[in-house]
């Protein structure tokens, strides 16, 4: 069936330094690639989103690259900050998005010690 | 825009008692309605999808008489937890999509519901 792997589980860096996780998905019919970033007790917030037909997406800090061929995609943070600290998770959906359901992966806590 | 709320934010119950939580969409009319279950520390597992006028689809494992959907309007879904348990204590959360937002094929989240059924 449909499913999104999610690496890593918990990442801690420095404040300043870069932060990379890496997302793998099953359904090649996906097409729609959402991250979301969720702080404790709060709703998932859309941080980026990149649609298949693009390779790299970046908007200030943060930037999704997508492998089409190997079914991976990542989010990559850069001059990390205290208030980034949150939980983030991707998603992989068909179609455009909206109208069709997310697959999330398992989640990635990240911690940004100052 | 793009703005969707839930009700209530957080609600106590007793086992066997039913519980309906209100997802509303303010600022635009959602043709679809996501409806996820959230426990500590895991990832979003979606429940089901609903269409405005039509039946839910629920997702595997998603009992559809325990949990029903009911999405009547296009500014408003509802998710009932009948006769409700300890074990469906969790972070229920909905997002809906549709026109008139930027950015229509994507989902907005409301800000979940936090049952607790002792």
């Known amino acids: 069936g449909e499913n999104v792997e999610q690496h890593p589980s918990t990442l801690s860096v420095q404040e300043g330094d870069s932060a990379v996780i890496k997302c793998t998905y099953s359904?090649?019919?996906?097409?729609?690639f959402p991250w979301y970033k969720q702080e404790l007790g709060k709703r998932p917030q859309l941080i980026i989103d990149i649609r298949s037909n693009v390779g790299e997406k970046k908007d200030q800090r943060i930037a999704v690259t997508l492998n089409k061929t190997a079914k991976h995609f990542s989010l990559h943070i850069t001059e990390t900050q205290p208030e980034d600290s949150a939980v983030y998770f991707c998603a992989a959906s068909r179609g455009t998005g909206g109208y069709n359901k997310l697959i999330f992966g398992a989640g990635t806590r990240l911690a940004v010690h100052p | 825009g793009a703005v969707v709320s839930q009700h209530p934010s957080w609600v106590i119950c007793k086992s066997g008692t039913s519980v309906k939580i209100e997802c509303r969409s303010l600022d635009f009319q959602a043709t679809t309605m996501f409806w996820y279950r959230q426990f500590p520390k895991q990832s979003l597992m979606l429940m089901a999808t609903s269409n405005e006028g039509s039946k839910a689809t629920y997702e595997q494992g998603v009992e559809k008489d325990k949990f029903l959907i009911n999405h009547a309007s296009l500014t408003l879904s509802t998710l009932t937890v009948t006769s409700a348990h300890p074990e469906d204590s969790s972070f229920y959360i909905c997002?809906?999509?549709?026109?008139?937002?930027?950015?229509?094929?994507?989902?907005?989240f409301g800000p979940g519901t936090r049952l607790t059924v002792l």
């Open positions: 359904d090649s019919a996906s097409n729609y």
């Open positions: 997002s809906a999509a549709g026109e008139g937002v930027a950015g229509a094929d994507t989902q907005y």
